[in-house]
């Protein structure tokens, strides 16, 4: 069954510091997603990207952060300068067209010290 | 406001028995909605989609009623495996942006 990729599944960084989460959406999937959560918190929406552009962020999507899929495979969040309170699991999500469900890969934690 | 509300519990239950949740969620404009289930420390799972008429995957049945903005999700004939978090999903105006209630713990023992 296709599924959706995350690397890598653990990430220590220090405050300030630039990191790079990756995802693999599922193969025929058009519409990705970015979530967070933080421990112990519920999922939070953060972006929605279709057709090599964001249709929708939250307000905490800021200018710290950026999306993108640099090739026919992959679709990253950059975070520029992590922040303590950025320490969450990261989820990628993809769906397929004409489908509402969503997919989520296993996550990302990130740990921001 | 929340967009998605949910009672955190943790519902817990004996083997075999019937344990049902609720959800309230605040846009009206919402236009599809989901339960999945959580795992401590893993991804969320689709567990089903919920339609208007009333949906039911085996032992699962999820109901909608957009009047009320309130949506179930009743387990039936609980097994050990079922212990997880059960979280509400509504979507925003469009279908790009999910809604994630704070999940309800459900733990059934034997």
């Known amino acids: 069954e296709p599924e959706v990729t995350q690397t890598p599944s653990h990430q220590v960084t220090q405050m300030g510091q630039e990191v790079i989460l990756r995802c693999v959406p599922i193969?025929?999937?058009?519409?990705f997603y970015w979530y967070r959560q933080i421990l112990g918190q519920k999922v939070e929406f953060l972006v929605s990207?279709?057709?090599?552009?964001?249709?929708?962020k939250s307000e905490i999507f800021d200018d710290q952060f950026s999306v993108e899929r640099p090739d026919g495979s992959n679709f990253t969040l950059k975070i520029r300068s992590t922040k303590l309170e950025d320490s969450a699991m990261y989820f990628c999500?993809?769906?397929?067209?004409?489908?509402?469900?969503?997919?989520f890969g296993p996550g990302t934690r990130l740990t921001v010290l | 406001r929340k967009e998605v509300e949910q009672d955190p519990g943790p519902f817990n239950v004996p083997e075999g028995a019937t344990v049902a949740f609720n959800c309230t969620y605040s846009n009206s404009a919402s236009q599809s909605f989901f339960w999945y289930r959580q795992d401590c420390r893993k991804e969320p799972k689709l567990l089903m989609s919920?339609?208007?008429s009333g949906n039911e995957d085996g032992r699962f049945t999820a109901q909608l009623n957009r009047a009320s903005q309130y949506i179930s999700l009743l387990i039936r004939d609980s097994k050990l495996s079922d212990s997880a978090t059960y979280l509400c999903?509504?979507?925003?105006?469009?279908?790009?942006?999910?809604?994630f209630g704070s999940g309800t713990k459900l733990n059934v023992k034997p």
């Open positions: 999500a993809s769906k397929a067209p004409l489908y509402n469900e969503q997919f």
């Open positions: 999903v509504a979507t925003g105006r469009g279908i790009n942006k999910f809604y």
């Open positions: 990207f279709y057709n090599n552009e964001i249709s929708e």
């Open positions: 919920v339609y208007s």
């Open positions: 193969s025929n999937h058009l519409y």
